[in-house]
């Protein structure tokens, strides 16, 4: 099995930074995310999820939605089993819980994964 728990998220103005971490857990973690990405996806109020970010965690390649292309980057701490998203620029149309799930296998729509953490609520306020 394999937890995800997710931190960081806060309240902050237009034009802020937040980062986020997701801290991964489990038996099983390194063989279920081995040649696998770990995405952040987000969902605000009324809206479906949409994908925001990924990394793959054996060759740390990076993958992003337009929206936030140049503002947001995604990272991860092999040693520590924990990926970070670092939101810069933010705006209210970023507001929206955050969540970071995996192990994606591939990275188009619909993306599937197994395991998800309970989400961090961003909001931006203008």
């Known amino acids: 099995q394999v937890q995800l728990v997710e931190s960081g998220g806060g309240l902050v103005q237009t034009g802020g930074s937040l980062r986020l971490s997701c801290a991964a857990s489990g038996r099983t973690f390194r063989r279920t995310f081995d040649s696998a990405a770990m995405g952040w996806f987000r969902q605000a109020p009324g809206k479906e999820r949409e994908f925001v970010a990924a990394?793959?965690?054996?060759?740390?390649?990076?993958y992003y939605a337009d929206s936030v292309k140049g503002r947001f980057t995604i990272s991860r701490d092999n040693a520590e089993n924990t990926v970070y998203l670092q939101m810069n620029s933010l705006k209210p149309e970023d507001t929206a819980i955050y969540y970071c799930?995996?192990?994606?296998?591939?990275?188009?729509?619909?993306?599937?994964?197994?395991?998800w953490g309970q989400g961090t609520q961003v909001t931006v306020s203008s």
């Open positions: 990394i793959t965690w054996t060759t740390g390649s990076t």
């Open positions: 799930a995996g192990p994606i296998r591939e990275l188009v729509q619909p993306y599937e994964y197994d395991y």
